[in-house]
C-alpha cells in the first residue's frame, strides 16, 4: 500500500485524485495490489469498516455527498473497482465473483475481519457478489439500484415500448439502451474517447429527476476519469461479463446477513420483486424523488436510511 504522495506519476490536474481528496477533509488516497490488480481507494474515519463501492460511469468521487458524514462513526473505505479511475484495467477480470475477490483480497490484506458493504450500480453487483462469496467477511450489506445479474436481464428490451422513451426514463418501463450498446466490443470506445461528456451529460438528464445535482464539476471528473479508449473497454467489460454472472449466481445460496435495499423511483419496483428471493433478512427503502444517482439527489435520505441500518 502507498499514499498518493509516494507515487511520482501521478499527473497533475484539477481532476486527479490527489487534488480531488481535497474535497474529502480527513480522508487519504492509498492504493493497494491484491488478487493480482493495483486498486485505488480512499479512506476516511474511523469504526467498524464500511467498504464502498461505486458504479458506472463514476468513480470513488461518487461519494463525496455522503462519505464525510458516513466517516463521523465508520472507517469508510471508497475503492475504485477493477477497470474503473486508476484501478487496473486488464483485459479480463470483470464478472463479479472475480472484482469480489479483488474486495476480499483488499479486506484480508487490511486485516479486517468483518466488513460492512455497500454498493451502488454496477458497485453494488459486486458488493452482492462479495456478500454471496464472501459472507464470513460480511456484517451487513447495502446496495442501491444495482442488483446482481439474474435472468431477469435477458428480458429487457431491445426496442422500447411506445410512449415510455422520452427524456427521463420512465419508472413502469425503464429502457436502458446502453445495457445492450456496452455489450458491443471495440466500436464504443471507437466512438467515445474524448466525446464521453457527450454521453454522460445526456445519461444524467435521463435517468435523473433533477439533473442539475450533478454539479459541474462531478461531470467533469467522470468525463476525464473515462475519456480514453481503454477506460471505456474496462468499463465496458463490466456489462459484458454478465452471462457469466447470471450463471455464477445459480450456484449461491440466499443471502443469511441483514441487508438493505434502496431504490430509486426507477429501480425500487424491481428491487422489491428480485431482493426478497435472495435475502433472508431484508430491509427495503423506496427513495421516490430521486433518480438513479440517488448519492447527489437525495443525499440526507440516502444518509437516514444508511445510518439507521447500521446502527
Same mark, same amino acid.
Given at each position: 500500500?502507498?499514499?498518493?504522495?509516494?507515487?511520482?506519476?501521478?499527473?497533475?490536474?484539477?481532476?486527479?485524485?490527489?487534488?480531488?481528496?481535497?474535497?474529502?477533509?480527513?480522508?487519504?488516497?492509498?492504493?493497494?495490489?491484491?488478487?493480482?490488480?493495483?486498486?485505488?481507494?480512499?479512506?476516511?474515519?474511523?469504526?467498524?469498516?464500511?467498504?464502498?463501492?461505486?458504479?458506472?460511469?463514476?468513480?470513488?468521487?461518487?461519494?463525496?455527498?455522503?462519505?464525510?458524514?458516513?466517516?463521523?462513526?465508520?472507517?469508510?473505505?471508497?475503492?475504485?473497482?477493477?477497470?474503473?479511475?486508476?484501478?487496473?484495467?486488464?483485459?479480463?477480470?470483470?464478472?463479479?465473483?472475480?472484482?469480489?475477490?479483488?474486495? =476480499?483480497?483488499?479486506? !484480508?490484506? $487490511?486485516?479486517?475481519?468483518?466488513? #460492512?458493504?455497500?454498493?451502488? &450500480?454496477?458497485?453494488? *453487483?459486486? %458488493?452482492?457478489?462479495?456478500?454471496?462469496?464472501?459472507?464470513?467477511?460480511?456484517?451487513?450489506?447495502?446496495?442501491?439500484?444495482?442488483?446482481?445479474?439474474?435472468?431477469?436481464?435477458?428480458?429487457?428490451?431491445?426496442?422500447?415500448?411506445?410512449?415510455?422513451?422520452?427524456?427521463?426514463?420512465?419508472?413502469?418501463?425503464?429502457?436502458?439502451?446502453?445495457?445492450?450498446?456496452?455489450?458491443?466490443?471495440?466500436?464504443?470506445?471507437?466512438?467515445? =474517447?474524448?466525446?464521453? !461528456?457527450? $454521453?454522460?451529460?445526456?445519461?444524467? #438528464?435521463?435517468?435523473?429527476? &433533477?439533473?442539475?445535482? *450533478?454539479? %459541474?464539476?462531478?461531470?467533469?471528473?467522470?468525463?476525464?476519469?473515462?475519456?480514453?479508449?481503454?477506460?471505456?473497454?474496462?468499463?465496458?467489460?463490466?456489462?459484458?461479463?454478465?452471462?457469466?454472472?447470471?450463471?455464477?449466481?445459480?450456484?449461491?445460496?440466499?443471502?443469511?446477513?441483514?441487508?438493505?435495499?434502496?431504490?430509486?423511483?426507477?429501480?425500487?419496483?424491481?428491487?422489491?420483486?428480485?431482493?426478497?428471493?435472495?435475502?433472508?433478512?431484508?430491509?427495503?427503502?423506496?427513495? $421516490?424523488?430521486?433518480?438513479?444517482?440517488?448519492?447527489?439527489?437525495?443525499?440526507?435520505?440516502?444518509?437516514? %436510511?444508511?445510518?439507521?441500518?447500521?446502527?
Amino acid at each position: 500500500m502507498t499514499q498518493d504522495n509516494e507515487n511520482p506519476t501521478v499527473p497533475q490536474n484539477l481532476y486527479a485524485d490527489e487534488d480531488l481528496i481535497k474535497h474529502f477533509p480527513g480522508f487519504i488516497n492509498q492504493y493497494a495490489t491484491v488478487n493480482g490488480v493495483r486498486l485505488h481507494y480512499v479512506e476516511g474515519g474511523t469504526g467498524m469498516p464500511l467498504v464502498c463501492l461505486p458504479g458506472w460511469p463514476q468513480t470513488w468521487y461518487s461519494y463525496q455527498p455522503v462519505a464525510l458524514e458516513l466517516a463521523k462513526t465508520y472507517r469508510v473505505l471508497i475503492v475504485d473497482i477493477r477497470g474503473m479511475g486508476r484501478s487496473a484495467k486488464p483485459q479480463s477480470g470483470y464478472d463479479k465473483k472475480t472484482m469480489a475477490a479483488d474486495i =476480499a483480497a483488499l479486506v !484480508q490484506q $487490511l486485516g479486517l475481519m468483518k466488513v #460492512h458493504i455497500m454498493g451502488h &450500480d454496477i458497485g453494488g *453487483m459486486v %458488493a452482492m457478489s462479495f456478500a454471496f462469496n464472501y459472507p464470513q467477511f460480511t456484517q451487513k450489506l447495502i446496495v442501491l439500484d444495482g442488483l446482481h445479474p439474474n435472468e431477469g436481464i435477458l428480458q429487457m428490451s431491445l426496442i422500447p415500448s411506445p410512449g415510455t422513451f422520452t427524456e427521463k426514463m420512465a419508472a413502469d418501463r425503464p429502457y436502458a439502451w446502453w445495457m445492450g450498446f456496452n455489450q458491443v466490443k471495440e466500436l464504443p470506445e471507437k466512438i467515445l =474517447a474524448g466525446r464521453f !461528456q457527450y $454521453l454522460l451529460d445526456w445519461l444524467f #438528464h435521463y435517468v435523473m429527476i &433533477d439533473d442539475s445535482k *450533478m454539479s %459541474a464539476l462531478e461531470r467533469e471528473v467522470y468525463a476525464y476519469s473515462y475519456n480514453d479508449a481503454e477506460s471505456i473497454r474496462a468499463a465496458n467489460a463490466w456489462y459484458q461479463t454478465f452471462l457469466q454472472d447470471i450463471d455464477d449466481a445459480k450456484t449461491y445460496q440466499s443471502l443469511a446477513m441483514p441487508v438493505l435495499g434502496i431504490g430509486s423511483y426507477m429501480s425500487y419496483n424491481y428491487m422489491k420483486m428480485g431482493l426478497p428471493y435472495v435475502a433472508q433478512d431484508l430491509q427495503l427503502v423506496g427513495i $421516490l424523488d430521486s433518480g438513479h444517482y440517488l448519492f447527489e439527489e437525495q443525499p440526507t435520505q440516502v444518509l437516514d %436510511a444508511v445510518l439507521r441500518f447500521l446502527a
